[in-house]
């Protein structure tokens, strides 16, 4: 079945640096691919998608681009802040499996001054 | 334009008792799906509602149901509550094309605490 397997965190940054967060999955055909974030006490929010291969999505300095050879949807940003803590998901969804999307286990990140 | 709005935000329930969580979801989306999320679990599918018909649906026992309305409104019912139950409960809403592009809205959750 469908998988997404994202880095374990937490990451923790300093100010200004920069952000990787690592997400690779499993499905058959062509998924769309899905950053979320979750601030604390929150639902979750839409960072960026992409719907196919070399689609790059961006959103609020964070990057990430569909690869479809190494099925890997990393996530970006070049310098973080202290309003950007908090736990990041990687998601798909097919096609054929209508509104279901499959999440990550969440990364979360805490950037510090 | 108003987002999803979940009812209630905080629930707290017995072991054996049933609960009914409540999702409006943005105006003019006719889908909405449901996620549990736990902190061992994660984020996991519940069930998807598209024109009042289930469209999807996860891998959870029958005690997990849900329906929609007419207006989109939906309902997810939980009938005797475990203690493992206890989770965020979130919903989201999108127009509900068939392509698996078009953005999922999440609203705030619903908090369910069984004890």
């Known amino acids: 079945g469908d998988s997404v397997t994202q880095m374990e965190g937490p990451v923790t940054l300093s100010e200004e640096a920069f952000l990787t967060i690592n997400c690779t999955y499993t499905?058959?055909?062509?998924?769309?691919l899905f950053w979320y974030v979750q601030y604390p006490g929150e639902g979750l929010q839409l960072l960026l998608k992409?719907?196919?291969?070399?689609d790059k999505g961006s959103n609020k300095g964070f990057e990430a681009t569909y690869r479809k050879e190494t099925t890997s949807f990393h996530l970006e940003k070049g310098s973080v802040q202290v309003s950007d803590s908090a736990v990041y998901f990687c998601?798909?969804?097919?096609?054929?499996?209508?509104?279901?999307?499959?999440f990550g286990a969440g990364t979360q990140v805490v950037v510090t001054p | 334009k108003a987002g999803v709005t979940q009812t209630p935000r905080y629930l707290i329930k017995t072991r054996g008792q049933q609960v009914t969580l409540s999702c409006s979801p943005i105006?003019?989306?006719?889908?909405v799906s449901w996620y549990q999320q736990t902190p061992g679990q994660g984020l996991q599918f519940l069930f998807e509602?598209?024109?009042?018909?289930?469209?999807n649906k996860g891998n959870f026992p029958g005690r997990f149901s849900g329906r929609q309305f007419s207006n989109s409104r939906s309902e997810m019912n939980v009938s005797t509550l475990e203690l493992g139950d206890s989770a965020l409960y979130l919903c989201?809403?999108?127009?509900?094309?068939?392509?698996?592009?078009?953005?999922?809205?999440f609203g705030p959750g619903t908090r369910l605490t069984v004890l």
């Open positions: 989201a809403s999108s127009l509900g094309g068939t392509s698996g592009r078009d953005e999922q809205f």
């Open positions: 499905a058959t055909g062509y998924p769309s």
């Open positions: 992409a719907t196919k291969a070399d």
């Open positions: 998601a798909l969804r097919r096609g054929d499996s209508w509104g279901k999307l499959q």
């Open positions: 105006s003019g989306h006719r889908s």
């Open positions: 509602y598209f024109s009042e018909t289930q469209r």
